[in-house]
């Protein structure tokens, strides 16, 4: 499947490189070490999943991540379900679908903005599951690189401030479909 995404690059790196097999592998951020407990599940093997790009915008079933669906329960992305960290290097390049859930995502882990580049690109969809794909990263092959600009500062600024909004949208989705299982008398996976 072919898909349009963006990513953010240093100034110094060569986007090109994102076309290269060496330049399309991505480890986990962060101090995790392979085969220790699990920080983003707790051990539990699954976590919540919220995709920021629909979130963010509007809801796509085009979306390559959520389908729609916006927020679910799935398989840890770092432990893959196993309440140990697996930090092996994954098969792919790590992406979100709109510029709008990346500057999320790079806003929330607390990323400098400064000299960095919004790489777009047109790439297929990679076998494996992003380290983030719980906060709606994904990751692909890079086929074609389609435009490089700055950082919009302003963009930026804006989603920074929508992010408490978004929480609270997400916070009403998530407790209605409780109530809906509640009400249904349903579990969880039958939804």
Not at 58 to 68: F, I, K, L, M, N
Not at 77 to 106: I, K, Q, W
Request: charged letters at 25%; glycine letters at 8%.
């Amino acid at each position: 499947m072919s898909v349009r995404c963006f990513r953010m690059n240093p100034v110094g790196e060569d986007p090109a490189r994102l076309l290269t097999d060496e330049g399309q592998w991505t480890e986990p951020w962060g101090s995790s070490e392979d085969g220790t407990d699990c920080d983003k599940c707790g051990g539990e093997g699954r976590t919540r999943h919220e995709c920021w790009s629909c979130l963010l915008t509007d809801t796509r079933e085009s979306c390559p991540v959520c389908a729609g669906r916006l927020s679910w329960d799935a398989e840890c992305p770092v432990c893959r379900g196993t309440g140990r960290v697996n930090g092996a290097p994954r098969r792919g390049v790590s992406v979100f679908p709109t510029v709008e859930g990346l500057y999320h995502y790079m806003l929330a882990e607390g990323a400098d903005l400064d000299n960095c580049l919004i790489i777009e690109l047109d790439a297929q969809a990679a076998d494996d599951v992003d380290f983030d794909a719980d906060q709606g990263a994904m990751l692909v092959i890079p086929t074609r690189i389609l435009s490089c600009t700055r950082v919009d500062r302003t963009l930026a600024a804006r989603l920074s401030r929508s992010s408490s909004r978004t929480k609270a949208r997400i916070k009403r989705a998530t407790a209605h479909v409780f109530s809906r299982w509640r009400f249904s008398g349903r579990s969880l996976g039958q939804w």
